[in-house]
Structure formats: structure tokens, C-alpha cells
């Protein structure tokens, strides 16, 4: 390993990190509810969905990033891949306040753990489907 791979290597991890850190707040903009002020009163479900959404943009992020050579490119697939799966959020969201009565944001800002993976398991079945795509 050389000096030029791990300047690369710091150059794409901080890149990468700035990319998640926007990601989350531009998220955290839409919810009914503040992200962060939750998980410091301790609302295990507001942090696990977190956690989860978290998680599936990294692992967006990991896939693009292997896939890619240009650092530019791989930002650009996980930005496109943040929107996609924002706006199947939405819609599931809508499907299942609609259909079935459950709003996954209240669930989550009540606590309601169940609501939060359900919320959370979209995000990571949805990023494993982009991931594959990429």
C-alpha cells in the first residue's frame, strides 16, 4: 500500500462521510419529528429507523464506491439512489397510512419500535435492490 492509496483512502472515506452526514439531515428535514432531539430523550425506535436508514446509505455508499473509479461518480449514484429511495419512502409511507392505517413516522416519534423496523426494513431492502443496480 502506498502513500497515494491511503491519501485516496482518506479522500474517499471523508467524501464519503460528508456525503451520509447531508443525506441524514436532508432526511431528518422531513420527518414529523426532530431526529436528533428524540434519540437524546431516548426514543429507542426513532434511533433504531436511524440507525437503519444509516445503514442503508452506507451500504449505497460502499457499492457505489466499488463499483466506481471516479469519486465524483460514486457521490453522484448515492445522491440519485438517496432520491430514489426517498421518494419510495414516500410512497410506501402513503400506501401504508392509506390502506392499513399505520403512520410509520407517529409510530416511530411514539416509540413504537415495530413501526420503526418496519420504517427501517424499507430502507435496507430498497438500498439492497439499488445496490444491485448499480
Known sequence: MTLM???AMLVWTVAGAVLLFLLMWID??????KDLTEMRNG????????IMK?????????QSISKSNDL????LASIVSF???????LFVEWMLKK????????GAKQGKVAYALLAGSLHIVGAL??????
Open 5 to 7: 492509496n491511503v491519501l
Open 28 to 33: 431528518s428535514l422531513f420527518t414529523k419529528y
Open 43 to 50: 426514543n429507542v425506535a426513532v434511533t433504531t429507523r436511524f
Open 54 to 62: 444509516l445503514f442503508a446509505q452506507g451500504y449505497i455508499l460502499s
Open 72 to 75: 465524483w461518480q460514486a457521490l
Open 83 to 89: 432520491f430514489i429511495l426517498f421518494i419510495l419512502e
Open 99 to 106: 390502506t392499513a392505517q399505520i403512520d410509520l413516522d407517529q
Open 129 to 134: 435492490i439499488l445496490a444491485a443496480c448499480l
